[in-house]
């Protein structure tokens, strides 16, 4: 498998900053899918990284270290509809382009 | 109209029934998927094709099968349901250049 390694569950503050980290493997890589998905709903693309570095894009950011396999995304201002699982998905294959998806970060906003 | 539809929404079946979820989109993507989403194990790839010639077995495609009927259509199937199928599935579609478009999701019980 491509061992994508996020965690299970985080926990911050209203207005705060929270980054949920991703390893993943390097071999065959082509770039890496942050979603979003609310509980029994559907993932939603919150960003994409193929290039090393930071994207930034509103409240949300993302970050990607091809060479150690690494990716971040952080979450600034965070609001109570932050509550949601964000899903790390590293794509492979050179066309093929396949997602493969981590568990699951499942964020939980607190007032 | 949403951009990937899937039908039914919700949907009980007994046991040793067989039972067609399907898969509609207007994105004009070659590439279709369905996963399926247990909690705890993520999203986890059942079937995917990359065009209409093309069907391919993801990591858990024992006791389901599938047909890409058009370009815009993929329907999966459960020959012979049982309980542990039990889950929520989503369709998906990719143009390959980029990050998935996900259906609503079809929650699915066999009792």
């Known amino acids: 498998g491509q061992n994508i390694d996020q965690p299970t569950e985080m926990t911050a503050t209203e207005g705060a900053i929270v980054q949920i980290n991703c390893t993943y493997q390097?071999?065959?890589?082509?770039?890496l899918f942050w979603y979003q998905q609310h509980a029994g709903e559907a993932p939603t693309f919150l960003s994409y990284?193929?290039?090393?570095g930071l994207e930034e894009k509103g409240r949300f950011s993302s970050f990607l270290s091809r060479s150690k396999g690494y990716s971040y995304l952080l979450l600034k201002e965070l609001q109570m509809k932050d509550s949601a699982s964000y899903l790390c998905a590293p794509s492979y294959g050179g066309a093929t382009n396949k997602l493969i998806f981590g568990t699951g970060t499942l964020l939980a906003v607190q007032p | 109209d949403a951009d990937v539809t899937q039908t039914p929404r919700n949907r009980i079946t007994k046991t040793g029934k067989r039972i067609m979820l399907e898969c509609s989109q207007t994105?004009?993507?070659?590439?279709m998927y369905w996963y399926r989403q247990d909690p705890g194990l993520g999203l986890r790839l059942i079937y995917y094709s990359f065009d209409v010639k093309d069907i391919n077995k993801g990591e858990i495609s024992d006791g389901y099968s599938v047909s890409r009927q058009a370009q815009a259509k993929f329907s999966l199937s459960l020959e012979s349901a049982i309980p542990n199928q039990t889950a929520l599935y989503f369709c998906a579609t990719s143009s390959g250049e980029g990050g998935y478009t996900f259906g609503s999701g079809t929650r699915l019980t066999v009792v």
């Open positions: 990284n193929v290039l090393d």
């Open positions: 390097t071999s065959g890589f082509n770039g």
């Open positions: 994105k004009g993507h070659d590439r």
